[in-house]
């Protein structure tokens, strides 16, 4: 039987002119710059800029977000609702680890890339998925996602082959994604109303880890914090969002057969609703980095979703807004209260974000507004007269001018010199 080691001697001779244990030693040290094993697990992140391959993983969940979007405005139902939920709770999710692991493993090397490469493959083909005839297409985007879940399953398990420290850490990831991952193979085979249940579980232990390493984390006297770099992705990822919102406006006018002056009305107000949203939303979160701790990052994280969810029904809303349910009072119900809550997760994540020392003065005043015109939206929302669509417009327009106002009116009361200060360090850190 030929072995290897005949083969040495003949190597030896070669031109390498190196035993195979030194020739394979060589070709492992040259190999591994270009290979690029991922950067060990430090809790010290360094303020680094966005790189161009997380800005090109970033574009495919615009994909990902337009066709859930668009699955909802088609579904405008209960259950419509519920599938959007729970596809995007799978998606951020996915994007989300995406970005945590490039955040904290990831370099320049090929595997990097390579890893960044099929999960843009996986959401791609998610996309294809999601708007098949039913049930062909619960089965495909099912399947899809099983994957999604298998390779971020691997992407952290992996870590601890190259640096056995880490293990410990992402043992709480590898066992339930696993499980996450039975429970998508097993909603294939069991009764639809047996489907929620299961899917509320994937959701849950796919959610869950990051609470159960905090934990082993704290038994190491480690700590890992939000770091630059991801809040700035979070805010790349609401843009994504925003960006469906004004697809939306753009969808419901075009498929308005008569372009009149009132169409065009109705366009400028949504327009307008859709920028005084990113107003807010950006006057009270850019620059804004989360308190440290893990638990808080997570947190934070996951307030992030019902906010941006809310974004997404606002879009969906829009591609109704200009056609013959215009008026419909149900939907009009739905605008307004998705916008409220919209106000109340930024009021809740403002909570979890470390603001300067001036800030605090107004810090109360503007969250207490936050709430007041989530209030006084709801309670729009439940006036039971059917408005035209742009006076119903009309007047959430006003209200969100009102809240700007009084951001402004509080920010502006600051002292010049202290307010100066802050805005110099707001335009250092972006």
Known sequence: MVQLSDFAPKLRDSNFGLPLNQLLLRIKTISSPWWGAPRKFDPNFEKRRISWLELFYDLVYVIAISRITHHLAIHMTVNGFLQYAGLFFLI????????????IHGNAGLRTRLMTLWQVMIVAALAVTIDQPSPTWYINTTIVFMVMQFFITYAWWSIGFYDKNHRRYNKPYTILFLISLALMALSLFVARPWLKFLGVAVIVCNYLPPFIAHRLLRKSSLDLSLSWSMAERLGLFTIIVFGEVVLGVVNGISNVDNLDFTAWLNFALAICIVFALWWIFFALMSGRNAKPGFVTATVLELLCIPTLMSLGLIAARFSYLFGPN???K??????????????????LMMGLLDYPHIFNAIRRPVRLSLILTAIILFAWSLVNVEFPTHYHLLVVLGILLVEIICLNFFYYNLDFEERTKMEASLAESE
């Open 92 to 103: 951020f999710w996915g994007w989300l680890n995406g970005s945590l692991y490039h955040d």
């Open 326 to 328: 215009q008026a419909n």
């Open 330 to 347: 149900t939907l009009n119900i739905v605008f307004s209260c998705t916008v409220g809550t919209f106000l109340i997760g930024i009021n």
